[in-house]
């Protein structure tokens, strides 16, 4: 019995810890957030050419996106609490407003997310037209719904870890892309016209949709390992791989002579074609079809944490005191 007391057992021995979100995971959870790869940036090209997209994409990031991560960076680092911005607004201002925050947070992020089963259905389509008409889109945006919604019992780390999978896929046909427009400086069968009409306004409105979400990340830095170190390095790695990801493909395809004119939205599938072929083009509808699930799966944990952040803190803070007092 002496030697059990001193060795002890196997259901004496300590649990191991929960496997945390490591920098390179919260890099790729963060691209899926914010990004999911340069789909939706084509209506920014079409609407202010390709020299005022390119500078959009350049001052966009600086004025709106680094602001908002250099945020995140350090008041995740200090406050590494489940709820993320529901625990800021709440120590800064109360429970009232973390509340309203948390919930006026969470009825946005689900309009803003009905956006990527659509995509998904309609990145699909580009395989089997008959998938994205009827009932079966329906049944086809359920259905990514409920897949995320399991890959998301499985915790923050999983979700992680599927975000870096996704952002290699889905970025993959784009270097392909730009090895292609570089090479092919008058691609054949493209249009030469000019653009028609500037619309600069939209096309910053579309750029400033395309670079926010940042604050989403905040919501796991319970789960983030070493958050004041991991933090701030995965801010700015992700913001330099959102930059570039949006610029250097539209850098690329500007050298083909395509004209602005062809960029609309999902144009991305058909500018792959015209530069580099139907199997571009496939690998880039795949991408889509790819890229909506990395970001609807990285996004629901999100909001998951959203709409239990309230209850988190609430107990965090009541169970702490409690303890205090013991």
């Given at each position: 019995?002496?030697?059990?007391?001193?060795?002890?057992?196997?259901?004496?021995?300590?649990?191991?810890?929960?496997?945390?979100?490591?920098?390179?995971?919260?890099?790729?959870?963060?691209?899926?957030?914010?990004?999911?790869?340069?789909?939706?940036?084509?209506?920014?090209?079409?609407?202010?050419?390709?020299?005022?997209?390119l500078l959009i994409l350049i001052l966009t990031p600086l004025l709106?996106?680094?602001?908002?991560?250099?945020?995140?960076?350090?008041?995740?680092?200090?406050?590494?609490?489940?709820?993320?911005?529901?625990?800021?607004?709440?120590?800064?201002?109360?429970?009232?407003?973390?509340?309203?925050?948390?919930?006026?947070?969470?009825?946005?992020?689900?309009?803003?997310?009905?956006?990527?089963?659509?995509?998904?259905?309609?990145?699909?389509?580009?395989?089997?037209?008959?998938?994205?008409?009827?009932?079966?889109?329906?049944?086809?945006?359920?259905?990514?719904?409920?897949?995320?919604?399991?890959?998301?019992?499985?915790?923050?780390?999983?979700?992680?870890?599927?975000?870096?999978?996704?952002?290699?896929?889905?970025?993959?046909?784009?270097?392909?892309?730009?090895?292609?427009?570089?090479?092919?400086?008058?691609?054949?069968?493209?249009?030469?016209?000019?653009?028609?009409?500037?619309?600069?306004?939209?096309?910053?409105?579309?750029?400033?949709?395309?670079?926010?979400?940042?604050?989403?990340?905040?919501?796991?830095?319970?789960?983030?390992?070493?958050?004041?170190?991991?933090?701030?390095?995965?801010?700015?790695?992700?913001?330099?791989?959102?930059?570039?990801?949006?610029?250097?493909?539209?850098?690329?395809?500007?050298?083909?002579?395509?004209?602005?004119?062809?960029?609309?939205?999902?144009?991305?599938?058909?500018?792959?074609?015209?530069?580099?072929?139907?199997?571009?083009?496939?690998?880039?509808?795949?991408?889509?079809?790819?890229?909506?699930?990395?970001?609807?799966?990285?996004?629901?944990?999100?909001?998951?944490?959203?709409?239990?952040?309230?209850?988190?803190?609430?107990?965090?803070?009541?169970?702490?005191?409690?303890?205090?007092?013991?």
């Amino acid at each position: 019995m002496s030697w059990l007391r001193r060795r002890g057992t196997a259901a004496d021995a300590p649990s191991p810890l929960p496997r945390k979100l490591t920098l390179l995971l919260l890099v790729g959870a963060t691209y899926s957030m914010v990004a999911g790869g340069p789909y939706g940036t084509e209506e920014i090209v079409g609407k202010a050419g390709y020299s005022g997209a390119l500078l959009i994409l350049i001052l966009t990031p600086l004025l709106w996106s680094l602001p908002t991560a250099l945020m995140v960076s350090e008041l995740s680092s200090t406050l590494p609490e489940e709820g993320g911005f529901y625990a800021w607004v709440t120590r800064a201002m109360g429970p009232f407003w973390g509340y309203q925050e948390a919930w006026l947070s969470l009825a946005g992020s689900l309009f803003d997310m009905a956006i990527y089963p659509t995509l998904f259905v309609y990145y699909l389509g580009h395989f089997l037209p008959s998938l994205a008409s009827g009932n079966m889109k329906n049944w086809l945006g359920l259905g990514l719904i409920a897949v995320c919604t399991i890959w998301n019992i499985f915790g923050a780390r999983a979700v992680g870890e599927g975000s870096v999978l996704f952002t290699a896929i889905v970025l993959g046909p784009f270097v392909v892309l730009i090895v292609f427009a570089l090479f092919h400086h008058s691609a054949a069968g493209v249009s030469h016209a000019a653009l028609g009409h500037a619309d600069i306004l939209g096309g910053v409105l579309i750029a400033m949709w395309n670079l926010m979400g940042w604050d989403n990340v905040s919501t796991v830095a319970g789960e983030v390992e070493k958050p004041r170190r991991t933090y701030p390095l995965a801010m700015a790695a992700a913001v330099t791989l959102v930059v570039v990801s949006y610029l250097a493909p539209i850098a690329a395809v500007a050298r083909t002579g395509i004209s602005p004119n062809e960029w609309t939205t999902g144009g991305w599938v058909d500018l792959g074609r015209m530069i580099g072929g139907g199997a571009l083009a496939g690998a880039l509808a795949l991408g889509g079809v790819l890229g909506s699930v990395g970001s609807f799966n990285a996004l629901s944990i999100g909001v998951v944490l959203i709409a239990l952040g309230p209850l988190l803190y609430f107990l965090s803070r009541r169970f702490g005191r409690v303890a205090a007092r013991v």
